[in-house]
C-alpha cells in the first residue's frame, strides 16, 4: 500500500487512563505524565492521559491536574490531542480549569451500566453529555464520545445494534468532533463488529468514527481487524494491555497497542509510530505497574528489534 490517507491509521493510547484507573498499585502524577512522554516520543499523537473523576471512587486518577501541567509545560503540543475522560458537568469544568483542550465523555447503551459507573439512567447521562457538548462548542474543547457497552452489558446482556446506531448518529449531528464505539467487557466477535461498523460506516461520517476493544476472550486485534475492513481507522488501545473497568464485572486488560500497530503497519498501514520506541514505553508500563501483560507479540517484536541492532553494529 502507498502512504495516501486512505491508508492512514490512527492509534489512541488510553492506557494512561483506562489501562491504569483498576490497578492495585497507585502511580504517582509524576510516573503517569513520565509514561505519557515515552508514548508520545513513540509518535503517539494521540493519548487519554487522565480522568477528572471522584478521587474516592476511582483513586488511581488522583491528580490529573498535575499530570495535565507536567505535559503542557514547555511541551511542543502541535498536532498532539492529549484527552481527559469527564463523568459529568463538574468534571468538564475542573478538566477546562486546568488546561484541557480534548474531553471524552461516556454515553452508555445500557441503563445497568450507566446506574453502576455514574449512578444515572442512560437518557440522564445522555442529558449531562448534551450539556457538555454545549460548553464545549462555545470554549473551543474538542470533544470524543464514547458509548460504553456498545456490544454486551454484564448487567443488562447483548445491547441492541439499532440503538447503538442512533446514539451514534444524534451525537454526531450535535457536534461531537469523534464517537467512539467500545466493548467494554470484550464481549464481541468479528462477525458481530463487522456488522455493526459496516452499518455504522455506511450510514455516518468513517472519520469522526473510532473502536475500542478488550481482549477479555482474545479476541481484540481479531474485532480490530473487522472494523478495519468496515472503514473505521481510528482505535484505542492500550500500553502493555494495561485495562479493566472497575465498575464492569468481567472487564480484563484493552487490546494492547504494540499489538495493534505491529497489525495495523503489517497490513501496510501508516501508524506513524515508532515500534522499538513504543516497546520501551511498553517496559515502562510494566516495570511502573508490576502487573502489566505486555502485548502478546512482545517476545517477537523484541527479538526482531534485538537482530536488528545487531546487524546494525556489524
Do not use: W
Amino acid at each position: 500500500m502507498g502512504d495516501d490517507i486512505s491508508n492512514r491509521s490512527i492509534v489512541n493510547d488510553v492506557g494512561p487512563r483506562d489501562g491504569l484507573q483498576n490497578q492495585e498499585k497507585i502511580l504517582t502524577p509524576s510516573d503517569r505524565a513520565a509514561l505519557v512522554r515515552a508514548l508520545l516520543d513513540a509518535g503517539m499523537r494521540h493519548v487519554e492521559v487522565g480522568a477528572f473523576v471522584s478521587e474516592k471512587a476511582v483513586p488511581a486518577m488522583a491528580g490529573t491536574g498535575e499530570v495535565l501541567a507536567a505535559l503542557n509545560d514547555g511541551q511542543d503540543a502541535r498536532g498532539r490531542i492529549l484527552t481527559v475522560l469527564v463523568p459529568n458537568v463538574r468534571g468538564y469544568e475542573l478538566a477546562v480549569a486546568a488546561g484541557a483542550k480534548s474531553v471524552c465523555m461516556v454515553l452508555y447503551g445500557s441503563d445497568g451500566m450507566a446506574e453502576a459507573n455514574v449512578k444515572m439512567s442512560r437518557q440522564q447521562a445522555e442529558a449531562a453529555a448534551m450539556e457538555i457538548l454545549d460548553k464545549a462548542r462555545s470554549q473551543g474543547v474538542r470533544v470524543n464520545c464514547t458509548i460504553a457497552v456498545a456490544f454486551e452489558c454484564p448487567f443488562d446482556g447483548r445491547v441492541d445494534p439499532g440503538l447503538v446506531i442512533d446514539i451514534a448518529a444524534r451525537f454526531l449531528d450535535l457536534g461531537a468532533d469523534e464517537l467512539c464505539v467500545a466493548d467494554t467487557i470484550g464481549a464481541a466477535d468479528p462477525l458481530r463488529v463487522r456488522r455493526l461498523t459496516a452499518r455504522l460506516v455506511d450510514g455516518l461520517d468513517s472519520g469522526r468514527l473510532s473502536c475500542h476493544f478488550h481482549d477479555t476472550r482474545a479476541m481484540g486485534l481479531a474485532n480490530v481487524f473487522a472494523a478495519l475492513e468496515s472503514g473505521v481507522r481510528k482505535f484505542d488501545a492500550s500500553i502493555a494491555g494495561l485495562g479493566g473497568c472497575p465498575f464492569a464485572p468481567g472487564a480484563s486488560g484493552n487490546v494492547a497497542t504494540e499489538d495493534v500497530v505491529m497489525m495495523l503497519e503489517q497490513a501496510g498501514f501508516v501508524t506513524g509510530i515508532d515500534l522499538d520506541l513504543l516497546l520501551r514505553a511498553s517496559e515502562l508500563a510494566q516495570n511502573l505497574t508490576g502487573t502489566a501483560p505486555g502485548g502478546r507479540a512482545s517476545a517477537c517484536l523484541l527479538y526482531t528489534s534485538d537482530a536488528a541492532d545487531e546487524l546494525r553494529s556489524v
